[in-house]
């Protein structure tokens, strides 16, 4: 019993540690590095694009971080990290589920992209505002032709 108790303060303790260290990148990044937008405030479309070479960059767009990987072409990506557009959670852009178009006006865009944790996620926010569910490489292919225009 003793130890149960002693694993629960640990995690009780630790778990606001862990949220706060997961937002750290606003801290380290506040203002996207290409248009210069408060990753703070537009926190539910940041992005963190993270180098091999342990670098990273904070950006507060899909359409800022495809300006970031066109710049970039050279060095290698080891992740690339979307906010989930409920939470503001950092989650991996390959995994998120993709919300393409619909009437909530998106950031840098005319064509909004968002990213979600869940699919159950995605489909609450399409009832009340459209869109459709998409890839991330077809996320990903709507932001690059929108930045090539």
């Known amino acids: 019993m003793k130890r149960l108790h002693f694993i ?3 995690l009780l303790i630790l778990l606001p540690w862990g949220k706060a260290h997961a937002q750290s990148d ?5 203002d996207c590095i290409h248009c ?3 990753r703070k405030a537009f926190g539910y479309s940041r992005m963190l694009v993270e180098y091999e070479d342990g670098t990273s960059v904070g950006v507060c767009s899909l359409r800022c971080m495809v300006t ?3 710049a970039n072409k050279s060095r290698k990506v ?3 990290l979307v906010a989930d557009r409920n939470t503001r959670t950092l989650i991996d852009g390959e995994k998120a589920v993709w919300v393409l178009g ?3 006006r998106g950031v840098m865009t005319m064509n909004p992209k968002w990213a979600f944790e869940t699919k159950s996620a995605a489909d609450v926010f399409i009832k009340e505002f459209g ?3 998409v890839s991330w490489p077809e996320a990903l292919a709507a932001a690059r032709k929108e930045v090539s225009q």
């Not at 606003?26 to 506040?30: E, G, K, L, P």
């Open 68 to 70: 970031e990987l066109d």
């Open 26 to 30: 606003i801290d380290q990044h506040r």
């Open 36 to 38: 210069g937008m408060d």
């Open 78 to 80: 080891k992740s690339i």
């Open 8 to 10: 629960l303060t640990v």
């Open 131 to 133: 869109g459709t569910i």
């Open 102 to 104: 619909g009437s909530k």
